[in-house]
């Protein structure tokens, strides 16, 4: 069995790239050890697929080699995809902050791409499990040739598209990497991304009763070129932190690092509570719930008794140092939910190693596309548009 290309992988990229390569002429084979294509599509969004950005540049990613994702981005746009979409009469629309997500459901996408590969005539085998990959002669040139559960196949090129270790539950594999490290090429530490934080159980223990309860927040970590900040949405859980604000900042935060919140981003809360102490008698707890939600106002003044009275009755002093305990809470996590809650994996297969105009690898022939490379996009549909872009980048490189 001979094949132009073997893309490893049935995700977003793999399966984009298999479709756009079979509509260029080759003949392509899509091996997935997964019985359902693209699961992590499936599930995306709430099950609509944030599956772009219309605001993509390449700050929103993440990588040790910063500059490296620019090429792809810039040559396959988030308007290509969006022509595509309409091209298939998928209905989408706009969130906010130029999140794009499908009208009905994921699962548009996933026939979408399907479509496309049935358009180049893609073979898919699923599931198909890989038992090893070798260099071979391929008709008097080198190649591949891959043991399969289904047989050997033999193949001008590979596309490693397995995508990284977030959550196993729906097949994620460490096998992109290992590919990787068979042929010599190097891998940046990996570390769950987009994920929520964890804090000691005991210190925790005050905030735990505020499990459910989400504000708008500025969050930051780092320090001087290193700082990164979002105005997101926090969301207090049992076990820590999450909603939008933490699974951005969470893929900046290095452990032992600490995080700042400003709990009122859109509130002077010395002028306010100042201002109160001249005009009010009621506690400063029900001062506070006009600024923020209640629960957390009550669970915030139990910190210290000199917060616990009538707004009047407090110290000047005493009244600073609760707007400024809220305007910079810092605490730091003592780790994070894992690959289990993870939505992306940083780091991966080192760009440095790559080509960013075709995503070929020094070992010829041998090509890595998606989540299993150093490319970490930020929440909100980039990391969908690097898949797209980095596949496409690879497909017009490929040849018979």
Request: with cysteine; net charge positive.
């Amino acid at each position: 069995m001979s094949y132009d290309v073997v893309v490893i992988g049935a995700g977003a990229a793999g399966l984009f790239c298999a479709g756009v390569a079979g509509q260029r002429g080759l003949k392509v084979l899509v091996l997935d050890h997964s019985e359902r294509v693209a699961e992590k599509i499936r599930i995306s969004g709430g099950g609509r697929c944030n599956f772009t950005n219309r605001e993509v540049t390449p700050a929103n990613f993440i990588s040790e080699n910063p500059h490296f994702c620019r090429s792809a981005l810039s040559r396959y746009t988030p308007t290509d995809f969006l022509q595509l979409l309409q091209r298939h009469g998928i209905a989408f629309h706009e969130k906010h902050k130029g999140q794009l997500f499908c009208d009905r459901s994921a699962e548009d996408i996933i026939q979408m791409l399907l479509k496309e590969c049935d358009a180049g005539g893609v073979t898919r085998w699923q599931p198909c499990r890989v038992q090893s990959l070798r260099t071979a002669q391929v008709q008097g040139r080198d190649g591949y040739a891959i043991a399969s559960d289904r047989g050997e196949i033999l193949t001008r090129s590979v596309v490693v598209a397995t995508g990284g270790l977030s959550i196993p539950k729906i097949g994620a594999s460490d096998f992109g990497y290992r590919m990787a490290q068979q042929f010599g090429l190097r891998l940046v530490e990996t570390a769950p991304a987009l994920v929520p934080l964890t804090f000691d159980g005991a210190a925790w223990e005050p905030y735990a009763q505020l499990a459910g309860l989400s504000l708008p927040v500025l969050i930051e970590t780092g320090a001087k070129k290193a700082k990164a900040t979002f105005a997101e949405d926090l969301l207090f859980t049992h076990r820590g932190l999450s909603g939008p604000a933490v699974l951005q900042i969470s893929s900046y935060w290095r452990e032992l690092q600490a995080i700042r919140l400003n709990l009122a981003p859109q509130s002077d809360l010395a002028s306010f509570l100042a201002q109160a102490k001249n005009r009010s008698r009621k506690l400063i707890a029900n001062e506070l719930a006009t600024q923020l939600p209640s629960r957390l106002a009550d669970a915030w003044v139990q910190r210290d008794a000199a917060w616990q009275r009538p707004v009047d009755q407090a110290t000047d002093k005493a009244l600073a140092a609760l707007a400024g305990a809220l305007s910079r809470w810092e605490l730091t996590p003592t780790g994070t939910e894992g690959y289990k809650k993870a939505e992306v994996t940083r780091g991966g297969v080192d760009t440095r190693e790559l080509s960013s105009q075709t995503m070929e690898s020094r070992q010829s022939g041998l090509y890595f596309i998606g989540e299993v490379v150093d490319v970490t996009g930020w929440l909100g549909g980039y990391n969908f548009q690097w898949a797209w872009a980095s596949a496409w980048a690879c497909a017009q490189a490929l040849s018979k």
